[in-house]
């Protein structure tokens, strides 16, 4: 006689896809259970209100020259978009919302095993989460950015201030991404080592806090803003200065500021290949 | 399906942690069907099935499954594989229907399909009613339940159990068992179960492997395994045990000590005559000087050819 499961159970005639794909499956779904969360969606939305103030200012500054004269709409403005702290905090809240858990909510559910058995890569899977913390991260700080550009042009009714200047878009695209994917490498790091959220959102926060109670000590201690580059904002200003072809807010070189800022992915990838396996890693 | 070659090939390999080997220059071939890997705790089954998996690389050897080499196509074999891990093992936030789907998707199936199979795999390891459940409310059985499901749900050719009814009570249990046994002999999908619960390899395998310090203690069909422990007695006395057991062993006679204060004797060699072994043991016994107070054939089970195989007393 047989079992009554025997009547559910039967070999699977479909096509199954190439692999290579799942990161996209990962992402697809991580972004999904995240846009269930109402304090995400109030976020995101929050973090477009520089962009609507933007909008207003380049209105009056096109219908009302005058204004032009307090609020000029000029590449600094769109590099002030970028740097602002409104945004800047902002971005800082939606990457520990999003990506605190991304890692280490698998972990502590021991789902790494589970994801690892299946037809992809350590890398496809980290891909995948990456994808996540960029996408919100870029929905919040990349779009308004490009966007404004445009509402410039479709406000003025005209390009030419970007034939003007011709490496705004380039500028914007460069300077907002930065912003985005160093903060999102070190933030999937955090959530790679440890299986606590609450504890991956206070490490990054002690970071971030601590880089810049650093540099105002030993920028006190000094007398000079050339140790800028023990502050992950700091760098960001530094980089960002040198893109939009700004005068430099702080005396560390360029080059310095890249390379701390490469060598905090770098060491993010060395700890995502440590920490992201089948089997916990044991000394 | 029409596989030639044996689903699992490994040859020479040797897997270490720091300076322990969990594996040691170790060969083996699983054969098609139900694979029981046995082992006392630490033998290295599930660094084997783990290693198969390419979660860990060996120093030395090769591994194959269905003739491609884990090191350079671990890919393609995990996109045939279904892997039920020892411990829990679950994506956060999900119940189990999204879960088990989320699961065939990223072993890739399309998006409906994974849905539909989510729903027939959780019905099929009796899970149907709590599938829209949060997984993390499930209780220890459940848990079991799911991770087979989501082994399950992309419909693999091999499937690796790790202590699949770890935690279960015997009605899930039995129930668990059942549905192994349905897979790999009525479903044509080959199966591993790493235990180290005798009864349950017994009930759903028909070969075993038993490794022990990791090493391969002895291997083949579970019959022909049983069959190789000869003649065995069930035998309880009152007496000098160790001078009993020491006049035994020199007759060429094996013992092995249950929990249950009965000893199993195993007589080698071609039997004499009808009740020939049996007077054997009573004269060995009355010239030890100990009282037999009973003694009876038995089979040889799977525990016998365990035992053996790890040099238990």
């Given at each position: 006689m047989s079992p009554v499961h025997d009547q559910s159970y039967a070999r699977y005639q479909g096509t199954r896809r190439p692999t290579g794909h799942a990161w996209a499956v990962i992402f697809k779904t991580g972004t999904r259970q995240l846009l269930g969360r109402r304090v995400l969606v109030a976020l995101l939305l929050l973090a477009w209100t520089p962009f609507l103030v933007r909008c207003v200012q380049i209105y009056f500054a096109i219908t009302?020259?005058?204004v032009t004269r307090i609020l000029p709409v000029d590449v600094a403005m769109f590099q002030r978009f970028i740097d602002n702290g409104f945004q800047g905090v902002l971005s800082f809240l939606i990457t520990i919302y999003v990506g605190a858990g991304l890692i280490a909510n698998d972990r502590r559910a021991r789902a790494l095993q589970v994801y690892l058995s299946k037809p992809l890569g350590r890398m496809e899977y980290i891909a995948g989460k990456l994808a996540i913390l960029l996408y919100f991260l870029g929905f919040a700080v990349i779009l308004p950015a490009l966007l404004l550009i445009v509402m410039q042009v479709i406000l003025s009714g005209s390009l030419s201030f970007v034939r003007a200047h011709p490496s705004i878009v380039p500028a914007v695209v460069l300077a907002s991404a930065i912003r985005v994917i160093v903060p999102a490498f070190a933030m999937l790091a955090l959530s790679a080592l440890s299986t606590s959220t609450r504890y991956v959102a206070v490490m990054y926060a002690g970071i971030l806090f601590f880089s810049e109670a650093m540099y105002g000590v030993l920028s006190f201690v000094t007398?000079?803003?050339?140790?800028?580059?023990?502050?992950l904002g700091a760098n960001f200003d530094v980089v960002s200065d040198a893109i939009f072809g700004q005068p430099p807010r702080y005396e560390t070189p360029v080059i310095v500021s890249v390379l701390v800022l490469a060598a905090i992915v770098v060491v993010a990838l060395s700890v995502l290949d440590r920490q992201v396996r089948g089997v916990e890693v044991v000394s | 399906m029409a596989d030639l070659q044996p689903p699992v090939l490994l040859e020479h390999v040797t897997v270490q942690y720091g300076k322990s080997a969990?594996?040691?220059?170790v060969s083996a071939v699983f054969p098609a069907g139900a694979v029981g890997l046995l082992g006392p705790n630490g033998a290295g089954k599930s660094t084997m099935l783990k290693s198969l998996l390419g979660f860990i690389a060996p120093e030395a050897g090769h591994l194959r499954v269905f003739g491609l080499d884990v090191a350079t196509e671990p890919l393609s074999i995990r996109a045939r594989l279904g892997y039920m891990p020892e411990t829990d093992g679950h994506v956060p936030g999900m119940n189990a229907v999204t879960f088990v789907a989320y699961c065939g998707e990223l072993a890739g199936l399309p998006r409906a399909d994974a849905m539909q199979r989510a729903h027939e795999v959780l019905y099929y390891v009796g899970l149907g009613e709590a599938r829209y459940r949060n997984v993390e409310t499930y209780s220890t059985g459940m848990k079991q339940r799911i991770k087979l499901a989501q082994a399950l749900v992309h419909d693999p050719d091999l499937l690796f159990l790790d202590e699949p009814t770890n935690g279960m009570d015997p009605n899930g249990r039995d129930e668990m068992l059942d549905l192994i046994r349905d897979l790999s002999h009525n479903k044509g999908i080959n199966v591993i179960v790493s235990s180290h619960l005798l009864p349950d390899v017994e009930y759903t395998c028909d070969h075993v492997i038993v490794l022990d310090k990791g090493r391969v203690a002895a291997s083949g069909p579970i019959e022909a395994l049983k069959g190789a422990a000869s003649r065995v007695y069930e035998l309880r006395i009152k007496g000098d045990l160790p001078a009993f057991i020491t006049r035994l062993q020199h007759e060429g006679m094996v013992c092995r000590e249950t929990d249950e204060d009965v000893m199993r004797v195993f007589v080698a060699g071609e039997p004499r005559d009808s009740g020939g072994d049996q007077q054997r043991i009573c004269t060995l016994a009355r010239e030890a000087g100990v009282q037999v107070r009973h003694l009876r054939p038995s089979v040889p089970t799977l525990e016998d050819v365990f035992a053996r195989a790890i040099g238990e007393p």
């Amino acid at each position: 006689m047989s079992p009554v499961h025997d009547q559910s159970y039967a070999r699977y005639q479909g096509t199954r896809r190439p692999t290579g794909h799942a990161w996209a499956v990962i992402f697809k779904t991580g972004t999904r259970q995240l846009l269930g969360r109402r304090v995400l969606v109030a976020l995101l939305l929050l973090a477009w209100t520089p962009f609507l103030v933007r909008c207003v200012q380049i209105y009056f500054a096109i219908t009302t020259p005058q204004v032009t004269r307090i609020l000029p709409v000029d590449v600094a403005m769109f590099q002030r978009f970028i740097d602002n702290g409104f945004q800047g905090v902002l971005s800082f809240l939606i990457t520990i919302y999003v990506g605190a858990g991304l890692i280490a909510n698998d972990r502590r559910a021991r789902a790494l095993q589970v994801y690892l058995s299946k037809p992809l890569g350590r890398m496809e899977y980290i891909a995948g989460k990456l994808a996540i913390l960029l996408y919100f991260l870029g929905f919040a700080v990349i779009l308004p950015a490009l966007l404004l550009i445009v509402m410039q042009v479709i406000l003025s009714g005209s390009l030419s201030f970007v034939r003007a200047h011709p490496s705004i878009v380039p500028a914007v695209v460069l300077a907002s991404a930065i912003r985005v994917i160093v903060p999102a490498f070190a933030m999937l790091a955090l959530s790679a080592l440890s299986t606590s959220t609450r504890y991956v959102a206070v490490m990054y926060a002690g970071i971030l806090f601590f880089s810049e109670a650093m540099y105002g000590v030993l920028s006190f201690v000094t007398g000079s803003t050339g140790v800028a580059w023990v502050s992950l904002g700091a760098n960001f200003d530094v980089v960002s200065d040198a893109i939009f072809g700004q005068p430099p807010r702080y005396e560390t070189p360029v080059i310095v500021s890249v390379l701390v800022l490469a060598a905090i992915v770098v060491v993010a990838l060395s700890v995502l290949d440590r920490q992201v396996r089948g089997v916990e890693v044991v000394s | 399906m029409a596989d030639l070659q044996p689903p699992v090939l490994l040859e020479h390999v040797t897997v270490q942690y720091g300076k322990s080997a969990a594996l040691r220059d170790v060969s083996a071939v699983f054969p098609a069907g139900a694979v029981g890997l046995l082992g006392p705790n630490g033998a290295g089954k599930s660094t084997m099935l783990k290693s198969l998996l390419g979660f860990i690389a060996p120093e030395a050897g090769h591994l194959r499954v269905f003739g491609l080499d884990v090191a350079t196509e671990p890919l393609s074999i995990r996109a045939r594989l279904g892997y039920m891990p020892e411990t829990d093992g679950h994506v956060p936030g999900m119940n189990a229907v999204t879960f088990v789907a989320y699961c065939g998707e990223l072993a890739g199936l399309p998006r409906a399909d994974a849905m539909q199979r989510a729903h027939e795999v959780l019905y099929y390891v009796g899970l149907g009613e709590a599938r829209y459940r949060n997984v993390e409310t499930y209780s220890t059985g459940m848990k079991q339940r799911i991770k087979l499901a989501q082994a399950l749900v992309h419909d693999p050719d091999l499937l690796f159990l790790d202590e699949p009814t770890n935690g279960m009570d015997p009605n899930g249990r039995d129930e668990m068992l059942d549905l192994i046994r349905d897979l790999s002999h009525n479903k044509g999908i080959n199966v591993i179960v790493s235990s180290h619960l005798l009864p349950d390899v017994e009930y759903t395998c028909d070969h075993v492997i038993v490794l022990d310090k990791g090493r391969v203690a002895a291997s083949g069909p579970i019959e022909a395994l049983k069959g190789a422990a000869s003649r065995v007695y069930e035998l309880r006395i009152k007496g000098d045990l160790p001078a009993f057991i020491t006049r035994l062993q020199h007759e060429g006679m094996v013992c092995r000590e249950t929990d249950e204060d009965v000893m199993r004797v195993f007589v080698a060699g071609e039997p004499r005559d009808s009740g020939g072994d049996q007077q054997r043991i009573c004269t060995l016994a009355r010239e030890a000087g100990v009282q037999v107070r009973h003694l009876r054939p038995s089979v040889p089970t799977l525990e016998d050819v365990f035992a053996r195989a790890i040099g238990e007393p």
